[in-house]
């Protein structure tokens, strides 16, 4: 982009005709992972990427906030850009913040963008000694070994929603160690916490953001303030609000840790939601205060790019920006064992980056696993072609993308709350399920012409697909059926929902539920409820009771796709060899088979009849000796009874599903 006229960016001028991208190309880099600060016996080592600043010194404090400066080190520039400076002693204890000045002007004090530890609400780096921080056992500590990401099971959950309500039976509310609680319960006798998260049989859950972020005052944690976390502040250290004691900044580190392990010998893993599209600040941002106007994109009048929705977009496409992503999700991965990373918004990152991102990780780990958003908030410069749009996924090795098409066409329109879809009875969406049922990849019998959202197979392989009907965004799967289905009975609404999840659990992919669906939680009807109270976001966990049969059938759903590797095809020859279509015409029906015994499966074939007609209909299957596994609305892994076959009815908004050996 070429711009015109003067303006400035934050510490930086540009005339007519500049083309910013090409000065922030010509900056040195430097990749070195001895950012920020390193104490080892030699003494404490800060360091600080700022290749355009004049000076550069290091604020050292006594306390995380309220009180005054007790040194100041100046720092030198070295090759790279970086501003380094050392002490002899091993400052464990103190705090300290950076200080730019670009020109002749000093910017605010900013804990720097590769802050580890942090005091309250995180204006102050922190200096601990992170292996004090370590649970007993951590260094054989780690999550459960899958062949595949089609082997997970992703349960997305918010640290407060999940275990704020009274009725979770939690002693740590809220807080990262309310996952390490054993034999919690309700006050109706059901298990809650992560006793319940072992009873569903869920493999992973996915976290929403637990880095540092700026809307809640760890100052003020009585006044209970609520946020889902998409504003960043620190990306490397711990949210505050999660923890004990925010002040103490060994304490959330310590926390958070023993969180994960508690899962990791649960055999459950930890995916962690990250945001490193765009920042909280724009000109105050850490970002900004230590490299102005690199880490951004900006339109042509100088303002900044806004693809997030959020203020602004960061620029994954230039190498310190790339360097900072790849490098932080690798330290999440090595310091807190995180098992997995989805990437909000990720299409605003580049192509290249998420494939070096992918890369990275897998040599730490090969059981990591990366998703995201494929698509932004808004338009951005980066060009559409490299753009980590869903369209773009099969250009990234080893990243998986959220499908819109089985979402939107299995519970209706996501933006329109009565809008209908295929488990609802709203006719014209059955080519757009089976794009979900074959995870996006190329089919034989699937019209990609006849899609809703998407019109060619976009993914190379069915692990390049997350399926799902509902997650924090938006209405929940319990609200959006109230508000699609007026007139009818929950009994009949939580049809519809066993209905939707049966069809994203047997796809081909990786299922992704949202916390509390199991129970049939709701969040009355506030779609976007990232500041929401308790009252709008917790669980309330009397309904496990309540809606006891609903549980049973998730329960079911989850055990039958662990058990059967024909849900878990992982490469789309496999799929378009073993799925074949019946001939079905009728409105809101689909009806299929898997066949060959796929993925090694116990299961020569096995049929599965959707109908989302409110009435029952007819079927004719092959005679056999058949398995019943689902049928009006009740699923057993293991099998309901047998049949041979011959003419079947589905009951209305239902599944049928049967299982043959031979």
């Given amino acids: 982009m070429l711009l015109t006229g003067m303006f400035a960016l934050p510490g930086t001028l540009y005339a007519q005709g500049t083309n910013p991208d090409a000065v922030y190309a010509s900056y040195p880099t ?20 700022s ?10 404090y006594d306390t995380g906030r309220n009180t005054p400066v007790t040194r100041t080190l100046e720092m030198r520039l070295t090759p790279g850009g970086v501003w380094r400076t050392s002490v002899p002693e091993q400052l464990y204890g103190k705090f300290y913040t950076f200080q730019v000045k670009m020109g002749d002007k000093w910017l605010n004090e900013t804990p720097g963008v590769w802050a580890k530890a942090v005091g309250t609400n995180g204006h102050r780096a922190a200096i601990i000694d992170f292996a004090a921080t370590n649970p007993e056992g951590w260094e054989a500590d780690h999550g459960p070994a899958i062949n595949a990401i089609t082997d997970a099971v992703l349960y997305e959950m918010h640290h407060r929603d999940f275990s704020v309500h009274p009725s979770s039976g939690i002693t740590h509310k809220g807080k990262f160690l309310a996952l390490t609680e054993p034999m919690t319960k309700s006050p109706l006798g059901d298990a ?4 319940h998260l072992k009873e569903l049989g869920v493999t992973h859950v996915h976290i929403l953001p637990s880095y540092d972020y700026n809307s809640v005052d760890e100052a003020n944690l009585p006044a209970n303030q609520y946020n889902w976390g998409y504003d960043p502040y620190n990306y490397n250290a711990p949210e505050g609000s999660y923890s004990t004691d925010p002040a103490n900044p060994s304490t959330r580190v310590r926390e958070m840790k023993q969180m994960v392990k508690a899962l990791h010998d649960a055999g459950i893993g930890v995916v962690m939601d990250v945001v490193y599209n765009h920042t909280a600040n724009n000109d105050d941002s850490n970002f900004s205060l230590t490299a102005p106007g690199y880490y951004y994109r900006h339109r042509e009048d100088g303002s900044y790019s806004d693809a997030s929705g959020c203020g602004n977009e960061t620029a994954s496409d230039r190498q310190q920006m790339r360097d900072f992503i790849i490098n932080s999700v690798k330290y999440w991965a090595k310091e807190y064992h995180i098992d997995g990373f989805r990437f909000d918004l990720m299409a605003i990152h580049d192509t290249e980056t998420m494939s070096q991102v992918a890369a990275a990780l897998k040599e730490i780990n090969p059981n990591i696993f990366i998703y995201g958003e494929g698509w932004t908030a808004g338009d ?26 089985i979402r939107d066409a299995v519970k209706g329109h996501y933006s329109n709350a009565a809008d209908r879809g295929f488990a609802t009875g709203k006719p014209g969406n059955e080519e757009t399920v089976k794009i979900g049922i074959v995870a996006s990849t190329a089919h034989p019998q699937v019209d990609y012409k006849k899609g809703n959202n998407s019109r060619f197979p976009y993914a190379s392989a069915p692990t390049q697909i997350i399926n799902y009907v509902s997650c924090h965004d938006d209405l929940t799967l319990t609200d959006k059926l109230a508000k699609s289905m007026p007139g009818t009975t ?15 659990f047997t796809s081909q992919g990786t299922p992704f539920m949202f916390a509390g669906e199991e129970v049939f939680r709701d969040k009355k009807g506030v779609h976007n409820s990232y500041k929401s109270p308790d009252s709008v976001n917790a669980i309330d966990w009397t309904l496990k009771h309540v809606n006891a049969d609903q549980f049973h059938y998730y329960q079911e759903l989850i055990k039958l796709r662990r058990a059967h590797p024909a849900f878990r095809m992982t490469t789309a020859e496999d799929i378009a060899r073993n799925i074949v279509f019946d001939n079905e015409k009728r409105p809101n029906v689909i009806s299929y088979s898997i066949k060959n015994n796929a993925g090694g499966d116990s299961f020569n074939e096995i049929k599965l009849v959707f109908n989302g007609q409110e009435a029952p209909i007819e079927v004719k299957i092959p005679h056999g000796d058949w398995t019943v596994i689902a049928r009006d609305g009740q699923l057993n892994a293991d099998g309901l009874d047998t049949t ?14 049967l299982a043959r050996t031979k």
């Fill in 192 to 195: 809650t916490g992560i006793d």
């Fill in 644 to 657: 041979r076959g011959g003419k079947m009815t589905v009951p209305a908004t239902s599944a049928l599903i």
């Fill in 30 to 49: 430097y990749n070195g992972q001895d950012l920020e600060l390193v104490v080892d016996n030699s003494g404490t080592k800060f360091a600080l990427w």
């Fill in 490 to 504: 929950e009994a009949q609404r939580q049809r519809a929902a066993r209905l939707a999840q049966t069809i994203v």
């Fill in 51 to 60: 290749p355009k600043a004049t000076a550069v010194r290091v604020n050292l």
């Fill in 380 to 405: 951005s410069p980066l060009p559409v072609e490299r753009r980590a749009l869903k369209e773009n996924v099969a250009k990234m090795k080893g990243i998986a993308v959220f499908s819109d098409d």
